[in-house]
């Protein structure tokens, strides 16, 4: 039975991600990609003690990553300009951490194999991950996930020194798991299967290993960046908007969807009746000794995942990937309760009934979300094909703006215009322009990069085009100066205005309200 719910965990990750496995390079994956294709792992030593990606931002990041780093590397073996690798990659850590998540919730809290399997089957479908999986860059985050999982369920396996060595990796793969060492003294104190320890009867000295290492950590990140975990960040307003951000999480964690509305009356109506629920089957099961782990995954992980959060400056669906598990082992442990009610066999029968349909629940939401990150994939390699022909086929100094949807170009240019992703550096023959949501860099850096290349074309009077994709259809519109004279007037204008804001705001109506029309 272990084997089997094993490859249905394997399975359901592989089949709901393999249709992004060709999906082309969207977003930041351009600027890391492009990056790792030109380091050596040889360099692997040296990442631990500067930030991985350097500063193709146009500023130097506090993130120390040597272990995403090497994964990046090691996939452009296989071709640096083919994203299949980096596809492939995620899918493997995100199945391998559904399989976590499963022997997790069979060694930590208690549960057989069929709960166990539906904790990892859920894990594996939630809706949330998407961009953990779908997107190379996500990687950032199943990647220290994995060793966390690993590290966790190596402790509660009495494993202990593999355990610290993995805690080490989850550590130099993403700061947000210095949580670890209080997610191990929360279990001892609530969930241990052995039994929950009183504050007297803990080892302490176990936590020690852990505790040196993640204060080794933040001492290393002040040293190279002057501060502990991007505390400077903290302010009133940061504190709402992490109240703000922690409840759409909660909300998409859960429900799905896309994760814009708040948790409101609506969600705890339906929480409390499934935690009544939950409570009912509980009593009716005689199964008291699950009510310490539902509290531990349920709300001391899940609080645990979301903290970092606190500090992590913007909304991210991935940044609850870690938290995830919480919710997928809280579900398996009411599929426990309810399979241990008599008559047994009956209502083992209604638990994988309850299983299936509330993974089949999340596979039709994900199968929608995996769907549009397809398109963001498709219009993004349309764009760099696109560009490409027009710089082969416009005179020298050719002025193009480029109109590409910032959920398939944020941040992409000017990585995206040149190798691996274009056979020779595009900047080269014609100056690419866009509003600053598709720019790689700061908003500084963005207005001189516009400013030189709307100078560098008038200088020169070559030709000027525009190019705009649709969001929702990908639908391409083209407008150049030689098939409407308008437009060359418009650019003109461009280079006139006074301030970043009003340059941004110009290049975004031509696009929209001018291309888009045509």
């Not at 442990?333 to 209502?347: G, Q």
Request: hydrophobic letters at 50%; one cysteine or more; charged letters at 15%.
């Amino acid at each position: 039975m272990k084997k089997i719910a094993a490859i249905v965990v394997v399975a359901a990750a592989v089949a709901m991600y393999a249709p992004t496995i060709h999906d082309y390079f969207i977003q930041d994956d351009f600027g890391v990609v492009s990056l790792f294709s030109q380091r050596s792992i040889a360099m692997f030593p040296r990442w631990f003690v500067a930030p991985w990606t350097e500063d193709i931002w146009g500023y130097v990041p506090d993130e120390i990553r040597p272990f995403p780093a090497a994964s990046y590397v090691i996939a452009s073996w296989f071709g640096a300009a083919a994203p299949e690798p980096n596809h492939v990659m995620n899918i493997a850590i995100h199945a391998l951490n559904g399989l976590l998540v499963m022997w997790i919730a069979e060694s930590a809290a208690g549960l057989g194999v069929l709960a166990a399997g539906a904790a990892g089957l859920v894990f594996v479908l939630l809706p949330i991950q998407a961009e953990s999986v779908a997107w190379i860059t996500g990687r950032v985050d199943s990647l220290p996930a994995c060793f966390y999982f690993a590290a966790f369920l190596l402790y509660v396996r009495d494993k202990y020194w593999w355990s610290v060595a993995l805690f080490f990796a989850a550590l130099f793969s993403k700061q947000n798991t210095i949580t670890f060492a209080p997610a191990i003294v929360a279990f001892d104190l609530i969930a241990d299967p052995k039994g929950p320890r009183r504050i007297g009867e803990v080892r302490w000295g176990r936590y020690v290993p852990y505790v040196v290492l993640t204060l080794a950590f933040l001492a290393l990140r002040y040293a190279l960046f002057h501060e502990v975990a991007r505390e400077n960040a903290l302010n009133a307003e940061r504190v709402r908007e992490f109240l703000s951000d922690s409840s759409k999480h909660l909300v998409r964690l859960v429900f799905g969807g896309p994760g814009v509305r708040e948790w409101g009356w609506r969600e705890t109506s339906w929480i409390a009746g499934a935690a009544l629920g939950v409570a009912g089957l509980l009593a009716r099961a005689r199964a008291a000794a699950l009510w310490r782990p539902l509290i531990y995954f349920a709300g001391v992980w899940i609080a645990l995942g979301i903290a970092p959060i606190l500090v992590s400056g913007y909304y991210s669906p991935r940044h609850m990937y870690l938290a995830s598990l919480g919710w997928a082992v809280s579900i398996g442990i009411a599929i426990e309760a309810l399979s241990r009610i008599e008559p047994a066999r009956a209502m083992r029968a209604v638990a994988v009934a309850a299983s299936l349909l509330l993974a089949m629940a999340y596979a039709v939401q994900l199968r929608g979300i995996v769907r549009d990150w397809n398109r963001r994939a498709a219009i993004s390699a349309s764009a760099v094909d696109r560009l490409q022909r027009e710089a082969a086929s416009t005179p020298q100094g050719t002025l193009v703006i480029a109109g590409v949807p910032g959920a398939s170009w944020n941040f992409a240019i000017p990585h995206s215009l040149r190798p691996p992703f274009t056979p020779t550096d595009l900047t080269t023959r014609v100056e690419v322009i866009s509003d600053s949501s598709d720019h790689c860099c700061d908003a500084i850096h963005w207005t001189a990069y516009t400013r030189e290349g709307l100078q560098k074309w008038q200088a020169a009077g070559a030709p000027a085009v525009a190019l705009r994709w649709d969001e929702r259809t990908g639908a391409m519109s083209r407008v150049s100066d030689q098939n409407d004279p308008q437009l060359r007037t418009f650019v003109s204008l461009l280079a006139r205005a006074n301030s970043r804001e009003q340059m941004d705001q110009e290049i975004r109506g031509l696009l929209n309200d001018y291309v888009a029309l045509r």
